[in-house]
């Protein structure tokens, strides 16, 4: 077997494919990358067994072969060699040869059929969606999902699917995030999935901000993305997510309304000297005033006053300051709408005239 | 590897009866003597499981793509959790890892499973994680846990999972079958009774060196009673040959021991006049003293094989000295 390629055109399908590959690991063919050559397209497939990526490109290379490398050797390699050079690829025996002007490498296969390619069953959901739209759909809710939590049903981000809309929600029990966007599909029941943590932090990065469509298939145990010349498959978290629309507040007839940007500086110089553990911050509502008061175990203390509008009870809240910085910041619009109605009870964080985002943030006690 | 073996036969029996049944257990935890194949046994039910193939009475096809993946210890649907190399122990993180991967859905929707290879090697926090998921474990999940200690293990583990013992064999099957095994057909039977009716344990084993072990062993104990070697030199001696092994080996000799004090033939085989020795010393001492050395030798080879690093020749010398008392004392007339 002998194929020629250009460095240009290997190196970003090594790219894509190696973020998933984990450099050591105790199955060793999990390092390595499964390169499939067929009459007109060169295949990468990387794979940790919950997240595969398959990064494509044209290449008549008029053989048709399938063998394992070490995924980030070649990417180094390939990285280190000269701009535009050309890599002749050709088996010998069990190892790959790569050669390239003056250079030589011979690495170690691993047997192509003992690779644990991703085989899905057919999709009970199947439609296209903007990219850039899917992106953001998840980075305004993928901060609130749980890291490490036993409640592993947390540990990832909710997609739920009626027919005409899909929403996003992730909690880790203190905050919850949610965002809805209209999307139309062609099915007889709603369908809840759970994508774990890993899976959404790659399909993100992969994502781009464009209006380039991406084919999304999901299926009773994975979520398949089909991108330009990338295929991103993930397994999904085996669970049930828990009855998020409860807890979400009702909104109050009095909302706070603020600068966004105001009160994100505001509320970020009072965080410094909060305490690095626990994080807290005192808000004091007032008419048309909002302040946050922070201290520390050193007696420091930090306070700040900031007009808003506001005509609701006064009030005194304690949140955590971190969980309130992470919502404003993923409200998009100039100025935020915050609703709480009683100091024990959870608050709802909202983009100001648009509908579809909610951030609910819960209380703690100072 | 993936074949039932003749000392399995019931235990398998058992195992598709309750697949065809529809009762396959949540957590099964397979318990026997070292080197009786726990680990053999549970790879068998996992590649049975995951076998592609239906037919539950069967062995794995070992041709279908999930079969391919198995030998090849890629399984998406399975994961194996052991000592790693360089420790004695399975940490948390290992733990943490295998709870993450039970709870994704699976690759070929259907089962997910789990091997934790000598399950009491799980430290404190290890077993604590591992027991919310052994409690209420995702569906379609199988977690198999083999220990030949399962002493060692929380009784709140225990209690979480369903038991398959696996006794020693002695069966001409299971003969047969180490015949095959070993370079001297011959000796299958002395090697067998030499590893408890362990037959992996016995492949291993070869009889001339344990033969002349057990003697120099049995002589040992007889120096000690006669006050004819000094206890810390044989201490000393005893510890270079590794504690926690000759205590395993006391604790044979002892079971030994008890055997004809009660008038039944010994396990072991013995050459030479190590039976005439061990015959004198179990006329010698009574049924008392000779179960407070073996509950003696028990506990110090418990505390010799923990997680936790004793001062192994201190344990050998607890036994020796307490051993020098006892026979030395009623010896005398």
Same mark, same amino acid.
């Given at each position: ?98 050669? *390239? ?45 749980? &890291? $490490? ?33 209209? &999307? ?17 932090? =790659? ?27 990338? &295929? ?12 998020? =629309? ?7 007839? *009095? ?43 050193? $007696? ?10 506001? $005509? ?9 300051? *971190? ?9 998009? *619009? ?33 | ?10 235990? @398998? ?58 030998? +090849? ?11 790693? /190399? ?6 948390? /993180? ?19 499973? %789990? ?11 290890? +077993? ?48 047969? @079958? ?16 030499? +590893?408890?009716?362990?037959?992996? #344990? +016995? ?34 001696? @005893?510890?270079?040959?590794? #504690?926690?092994?000759?205590?395993? @080996? ?37 049924? %008392? ?14 505390? #010799? ?29």
């Amino acid at each position: 077997m002998k194929f020629t390629i250009k460095r240009e055109t290997i190196l970003p399908l090594l790219q894509t494919t190696n973020a998933v590959v984990e450099r050591r690991h105790t199955l060793p063919i999990l390092s390595n990358l499964l390169i499939s050559l067929d009459k007109n397209t060169i295949n990468v497939t990387g794979t940790d067994m919950e997240v595969e990526i398959i990064a494509s490109h044209e290449a008549s290379n008029g053989e048709i072969s399938e063998f394992t490398v070490p995924g980030r050797k070649l990417l180094d390699i390939c990285r280190a060699l000269p701009e535009s050079a050309q890599l002749d690829f050709s088996i010998e025996k069990d190892h790959l040869v790569l050669k *390239t002007g003056k250079s030589r490498f011979t690495l170690a296969m691993l047997a192509a059929k003992d690779f644990p390619q991703t085989e899905i069953a057919s999709p009970l959901v199947d439609f296209e969606i903007e990219q850039g739209v899917f992106k953001s759909l998840m980075e305004d809710t993928m901060f609130a999902m749980a &890291q $490490q939590d036993v409640r592993y049903y947390l540990n990832g981000l909710l997609l739920e699917l009626n027919g005409k809309t899909l929403r996003a929600v992730a909690t880790d029990g203190h905050r919850l995030a949610m965002k809805e966007i209209d &999307q139309s599909v062609d099915i007889s029941e709603s369908v809840q999935i759970i994508i774990p943590r890993k899976g959404v932090i =790659e399909l993100v990065r992969l994502l781009e901000h464009s209006e380039d469509k991406a084919r999304i298939q999901i299926t009773r145990n994975h979520i398949r993305a089909k991108l330009n010349g990338i &295929q991103f498959t993930s397994k999904l978290i085996d669970g049930k997510f828990p009855d998020y =629309e409860k807890v979400l507040p009702k909104e109050t007839s *009095t909302p706070l309304k603020a600068d966004k940007n105001a009160l994100k500086q505001s509320l970020t110089r009072a965080s410094i000297l909060s305490n690095e553990k626990y994080r807290g911050v005192r808000i004091i509502l007032k008419n048309n005033s909002l302040q946050a008061l922070a201290h520390n175990p050193e $007696q420091e203390e930090a306070e700040e006053e900031l007009e808003v509008d506001y $005509q609701g009870p006064e009030m005194e809240i304690g949140f955590n300051v *971190t969980y309130l910085l992470d919502a404003i910041n993923a409200v998009r *619009t100039d100025s935020v709408l915050i609703a709480t109605k009683d100091p024990g009870e959870s608050c709802l964080i909202l983009p100001d005239k648009e509908t579809g985002c909610r951030y609910v943030v819960m209380p703690m006690r100072l | 590897m993936l074949n039932i073996l003749p000392w399995h036969r019931s235990q @398998w029996n058992q195992f598709c009866k309750s697949v065809t049944h529809g009762r396959l257990p949540h957590a099964l935890m397979l318990t026997g003597p070292e080197g009786i194949g726990l680990k053999e046994f549970a790879y068998l039910v996992a590649s049975r499981l995951l076998c592609l193939e239906d037919e539950a009475t069967l062995a794995p096809c070992r041709k279908c793509r999930s079969c391919v993946l198995f030998e +090849a210890g890629n399984h998406p649907d399975y994961m194996l959790v052991d000592v790693e /190399e360089d420790g004695k122990q399975i940490r948390v /993180e290992q733990i943490r890892k295998m709870i993450d991967f039970i709870n994704l859905k699976s690759q070929f929707d259907r089962l997910k499973i %789990v091997i934790i290879d000598s399950a009491h090697s799980m430290n404190k926090n290890a +077993a604590n994680s591992l027991l919310k998921t052994l409690e209420e474990p995702p569906a379609d999940s199988l977690i198999l846990l083999t220990t030949h200690r399962p002493n060692l293990l929380p009784v709140t583990i225990r209690s979480r999972c369903q038991k398959m013992i696996f006794q020693p064999d002695y069966s001409t099957d299971t003969l047969e @079958w180490l015949k095959r095994k070993i370079m001297e057909p011959a000796s299958a039977e002395t090697l067998l009774r030499f +590893a408890g009716g362990a037959p992996f #344990a +016995a492949a291993n084993y070869s009889d001339e060196q344990h033969l002349e072990f057990i003697s120099g062993l049995i002589n040992d104990l007889y120096s000690v009673s006669r006050n004819q070697i000094n206890p810390v030199a044989l201490s000393q001696k @005893w510890n270079k040959a590794g #504690a926690e092994y000759i205590l395993y @080996w006391l604790l044979r000799l002892f079971t030994d021991i008890l055997r004809l004090k009660i008038k039944t033939s010994p396990i072991l085989f013995y050459q030479g006049d190590s039976l005439k020795i061990l015959q004198g010393l179990t006329n010698q001492l009574d049924l %008392v003293q000779l179960m407070q050395s073996y509950d003696l030798l028990l506990k110090n080879y418990g505390l #010799a094989s923990s997680q936790i690093s004793f001062n192994t020749q201190g344990l050998l010398e607890d036994f020796i000295i307490y051993w020098q008392e006892t026979s030395n004392c009623e010896g005398k007339p």
